[in-house]
């Protein structure tokens, strides 16, 4: 990988890098789109990371569609797909890891312990075999795209770290490789989560700016939904993750739910006037 990406950069050629664990959607296109937008090549990665998931059932159920994620990516014009083996990445004796620093431990970290250290730790080690010179990140996962800047600016990576706004279903789902793991029903069901973060921007709108009732109206939409479990909604300040108690500045409004066995996430900036 690093070869061939030595190869481009010698002839002069910005190299866009997407970071993915396949299943690719739509979203992913997305991603694979603005990376274009940024560079001359376009790499993306496919790697399930056993790092960044605290629970191993949920790794082992997550969905590796190689084949045709392959596929979508020569229909993407990506010019080369890094898909390394999990021995490869973590061969015997691997013991360094990046370890984040607080943005890390709300929130994801928080419900997720360790998450974030694998993301950090994986991602490191894919813009070390990929040498981008930009990556591109969805803001679906925000909390994901902050510790990523972050770590890019504390260990001075020199790449540019781009932000992309989340794909949506018609209904307004947020794009998903998880969604794939959901019923019809629940699917049907999933739309409340949008929905809940769309109550809080509309009672903004009507002027209430208390987070904790602007919290406490979403989580009434969730709980409405039977096959919906509530894991938190919180609104953030977008830069540091700490809670906001007033909405009188730009916040984000962050919701993680249950379906079943599958856990989705969303997020909503919250504008002010
Ligand atoms: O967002 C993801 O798909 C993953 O967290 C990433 C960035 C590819 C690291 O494994």
Not at 27 to 36: S, T
Not at 64 to 71: A, V
Not at 226 to 241: K, M, N, Q, S, W
Request: aromatic share 6%; charged share 25%; with cysteine.
């Amino acid at each position: 990988m690093r070869d061939w990406s030595e190869r481009h950069r010698l002839a002069g050629r910005r190299v866009g890098f997407v970071p993915t664990m396949g299943a690719l959607h739509e979203g992913h296109l997305a991603l694979v789109d603005e990376a274009r937008r940024h560079s001359d090549v376009v790499v993306v990665s496919v790697f399930v990371n056993p790092l960044q998931f605290d629970v191993r059932a949920d790794f082992d159920r997550y969905p590796r569609p190689i084949d045709d994620d392959l596929r979508a990516c020569a229909d993407a014009g990506v010019d080369a797909v890094y898909a390394p083996t999990a021995a490869a990445m973590y061969p015997p004796g691997f013991q360094t890891h990046v370890e984040p620093g607080p943005l890390a431990e709300r929130l994801e970290g928080e419900h997720r312990p360790g998450h974030f250290r694998g993301v950090t730790t994986v991602v490191a080690k894919l813009f070390a075999a990929v040498r981008p010179h930009v990556a591109v990140f969805g803001q679906k996962d925000a909390q994901q795209l902050a510790v990523v800047r972050r770590m890019a600016l504390d260990l001075d990576l020199g790449i540019e770290i781009v932000g992309m706004p989340t794909v949506r279903e018609p209904d307004g789902l947020a794009l998903s490789s998880r969604n794939r793991r959901l019923g019809p029903e629940q699917r049907a069901a999933a739309v409340v989560v949008s929905r809940a973060l769309r109550s809080i921007e509309e009672s903004l709108r009507q002027g209430t700016t208390d987070a904790t009732v602007l919290v406490r109206r979403a989580a009434e939409v969730i709980d409405a939904e039977p096959l919906a479990r509530l894991e938190h909604v919180e609104i953030v300040d977008p830069d540091t993750f700490e809670p906001v108690h007033t909405v009188d500045r730009p916040s984000l409004a962050l919701a993680a739910v249950w379906f079943g066995e599958v856990r989705l996430i969303d997020n909503l900036l919250l504008s002010t006037g």
